[in-house]
Every structure is written in structure tokens, then in C-alpha cells.
């Protein structure tokens, strides 16, 4: 998110810190940037985060990239960065749209629609790697298929067979080979009833509620289709059926239109005990239909599994588990961030820049079970730096520390500083205030308390 808007971010801060402060704790769950159409996939303890990012101003889907973000407790999010691009895919000209990503074989595919630059319509192109944040590379060197039709999503049912699904207006699958970059047969359309998916009023074109990014899962038996229905604005409804492919039923509203954006996406995964309801909305400065942020919700299923009505908060699901603060932890692992931007590092992943005077970070649910005594970070400055205030509770909170970060030459010559901190103990929302003179202070890259 450029400066332009993060000082929108910071004014209302400012002005009403209190509420701001409480009010947009989690929701959304990435605030550097604008993110769209989120894609969640639950791997090795972690819930993973698939977005597209819209660019600052936007006036239309202008997209040039994804990014990843991933958490261990529903609260504090990693910034992964963007390990897949338009770059990676030659032949795409433009519209790095909405996404999924699925696990098979130990490797993860991304499957995205881009424009052919060859056909100049919309394709499905699919992205692979052995890690889930990348990076990713194009898997076949052209289209997995292409009806200049969007919105992909992947599913595998118990019995090892995938089926990709995607479409607008129409709503198609294919059944999916075990290599995941090939299927058999041809496309094949789920008939757009309306006792499947709802009867839209006043368009004879379109007699059907579903609009656009399916995302279709099983629980307990019961397949679900979750999908953004009658544009515009969109609500989020969905299908049952009792097979892969249908005959569906449709079975009302998961989440009514709200939020600020004339789009939704939405993503349901199981994590942990609990279930998460993912989508978008235009929540933050700036926000709207084509500048819009990823946020989730916790719900439960009724006893007959049927879905709840869902509503937007600002607050966000319950934290599970607490962080731990004598690990090392990655500057971009945050609840909320403020006034900042993240970036490549030379050190590798990612790291926190852009820290003007007043910037914050919190990082929610800190145990510090055995106290702290100390405070370090590593930093670069290619400036005369700054200071690093551990506070406690909130940004104006008490004072723990103070550590100097200061100028070593450069935005990527990094060096690592410690300071004593006091009067920490139990568990604790940490808040890293950035302090300093006018322009940017320094980057920030990772953190560590000792007990």
C-alpha cells in the first residue's frame, strides 16, 4: 500500500486511536496492501492464504501478481510476499484474478485465470512449487484450459479423483488427472437450475443466482458449492448435493451484501477445532470494488450442516494459542500493521519497511510465560535510524525497552541489536512503536526476547 493512503491509516489512528485500535485489530487480516479472493489451504499446522493484490487506485480488476500470507493461530498473519506473477506465465498478457491453490503429490498447484496473450481470452494457467510460499513456476507452459472463462477451483474427494471447477457466467468442471496439469475427457457444464442455485429476478439472461468463484468442498458426506451469487453488488450463497458434480440444491445466503465492495469471493476451511469463513470486502482507507481486503470469520455448522448466516466484523476470530516471543519471529508476522510496507529482504523472505515516525506493529497474544529480559532485532538503515519502543497493550502503552536501531549504510546491511526490557510478564499484546526523526527510520526484519 503506498504512502499516500497508509497516511489515510495513520490520521485515523491518530484521531481515534481507541477505536481504531480495537476496532480494526484483525479485520482485515492484511493491511500493507490492498488483497482480494481469498483461497485458504490448511497444511502442516498452518493455514495458508492464497490473495490477489489489487494495485493502489485502482479503477478495475488491475492486478499484476499474488501473494501468500500464512498463520499458526488465526490471529498473527506472515507475509510471504508474491511468489507467482504474470512474469511467471509467458504467454499471459494481463489479469492475475482469482485463484486456488491445491495439494497433491508434495507439491502445491496454483491454478489461476490470466489472459492469452495469444487469444486475448481469459485462460487457466496453473503454477507450481514444493513449498506453499514459492516460488512458483508455470507447470506446462501454456493453458491448463481456456473458454475465456474464470474463477478456478480445485477439490479432491476421498476417493484421490480431482475435479477442477470455474466459470462466469457458466459454471464448468473437468476431472483432473493424478499429475494435476492434465485431465481426461473433456469440460463438461453443471447445469444452472434454479432449484440448484436460486432464481435471480429481472435477468432472463442470467435466470440463476450463482455468479462467479466457486469453491466446492465435502463435510460429513454433503458437497458443498460455495459461490458469489447475483452481481451487483455480490452475496455469498451455496449449493448441496450429495456427488461431486451434482444435482445440486440450493440452500440460501452464507453472507448477505455488505462490506463497501460490489464483489465477493469466499474460501471455507477446518482448522484446529474450529471452522473459518474467508472473503473480501473495501474495509480499508481507500477501500472499495476494485481496492479490496482479505478478512475471516470463525462460525459453526448447525446439527443438520447446514451454514449460518455470516456477517462482516472488524474484530476477527479468536486467537488459538498464544505466540512465542523466545522464538524468532519474522517482522512481518503481525495483527495489525501501521503505517509500514513489506518487501523483499537480502537476508531472505521478507521484511518491514517504510517505518516512519509513529509506525506500529502488534503482535497479538505474546506468552511471556518466563519474563524478558532482553530485546533483540535485527535492522537496517541507510538513513540515521531510529528507535525501536517495546510497548505493552497498546502503542501508547508502557514502555518495556528501547533499542536503538541505527544507520549502517544501506536499506538491506543488516545488523542485530539488544536492549534490556522490564516489567514484562504473562501473556501480552506487543506492540513494536517506531520512533525517530522525519523520513523513513530503518527496516526491520526479525525479532527475539530472551526469558
Not at 494495485?55 to 498473519?77: L, Q
Amino acid at each position: 500500500m503506498r504512502r499516500a493512503l497508509i497516511a489515510v491509516l495513520a490520521v485515523a489512528l491518530v484521531l481515534f486511536p481507541g477505536a481504531a485500535r480495537e476496532a480494526r485489530a484483525d479485520n482485515p487480516i492484511v493491511q500493507t496492501i490492498y488483497t482480494a479472493d481469498p483461497a485458504p489451504l490448511v497444511h502442516n499446522g498452518r493455514v495458508y492464504v492464497y490473495t490477489g493484490h489489487d494495485e493502489d487506485g485502482s479503477t478495475y480488476f488491475t492486478m499484476r501478481e499474488w501473494r501468500v500470507y500464512s498463520t499458526a493461530d488465526m490471529v498473527n498473519w506472515t507475509d510471504h510476499g508474491s511468489p507467482m506473477s504474470l512474469a511467471t506465465f509467458s504467454w499471459a498478457s494481463a489479469d492475475a484474478w482469482a485463484g486456488h491453490v491445491a495439494y497433491r503429490n508434495g507439491k502445491f498447484y496454483w491454478y489461476v485465470p490470466v489472459k492469452n496473450r495469444s487469444t486475448g481470452r481469459m485462460a487457466i494457467g496453473v503454477g507450481v512449487s514444493t513449498s506453499p510460499t514459492g516460488p512458483f513456476s508455470d507447470a506446462l507452459g501454456r493453458p491448463l484450459v481456456e473458454n475465456g472463462e474464470i474463477d478456478p477451483n480445485v477439490f479432491i474427494d476421498d476417493n484421490g479423483q480431482a475435479y477442477l471447477y470455474w466459470g462466469n457466467p457458466n459454471l464448468w468442471y473437468v476431472r483432473l488427472n493424478t499429475d494435476m496439469i492434465s485431465y481426461s475427457g473433456s469440460a463438461a457444464q453443471i447445469p444452472l437450475t434454479t432449484a440448484g442455485f436460486g432464481a435471480r429476478s429481472g435477468n432472463t439472461s442470467r435466470p440463476t443466482l450463482y455468479e462467479e468463484g466457486p469453491w466446492v468442498y465435502k463435510r460429513n458426506g454433503l458437497y458443498y458449492n460455495v459461490f458469489a451469487a447475483e452481481c451487483c453488488s455480490e452475496f455469498i450463497g451455496y449449493s448441496t448435493a450429495t456427488g461431486p458434480t451434482g444435482p445440486w440444491t440450493y440452500r440460501g445466503t452464507v453472507m448477505p451484501r455488505q462490506g463497501s465492495s460490489f464483489t465477493n469471493h469466499a474460501g471455507i476451511v477446518d482448522f484446529n477445532g474450529g471452522s473459518y469463513f474467508f472473503y473480501h470486502n473495501g474495509a480499508l482507507p481507500g477501500g472499495g470494488g476494485f481496492t479490496r481486503s482479505v478478512a475471516v470469520e470463525r462460525f459453526s455448522y448447525r446439527s443438520d450442516g447446514t451454514i449460518p448466516t455470516i456477517t462482516m466484523t472488524t474484530a476477527g476470530p479468536p486467537q488459538v494459542g498464544t505466540l512465542n516471543p523466545y522464538a524468532r519471529q519474522e517482522a512481518e508476522t503481525s495483527a495489525w500493521a501501521s503505517g509500514v510496507e513489506t518487501e523483499r529482504s537480502s537476508d531472505g523472505g521478507v521484511n518491514v519497511g517504510y517505518v516512519d515516525n509513529g509506525d506500529y506493529l502488534k503482535v497479538r497474544g505474546v506468552a511471556f510465560s518466563s519474563g524478558a529480559r532482553t530485546f533483540t532485532a535485527r535492522v537496517a538503515s541507510a538513513t540515521s535510524g531510529g528507535r525501536v519502543e517495546v510497548r505493552l497493550g497498546s502503542p501508547t502503552g508502557t514502555v518495556a525497552g528501547t533499542c536503538t536501531a541505527p544507520a549502517t549504510g544501506g536499506w538491506q546491511t543488516w545488523t542485530t541489536v539488544s536492549c534490556g526490557v522490564s516489567g514484562v510478564s504473562g501473556t501480552q499484546d506487543l506492540y513494536l512503536r517506531f520512533a525517530g526523526g522525519s523520513g523513513y527510520l530503518f527496516n526491520l526484519d526479525w525479532w527475539q526476547f530472551t526469558a
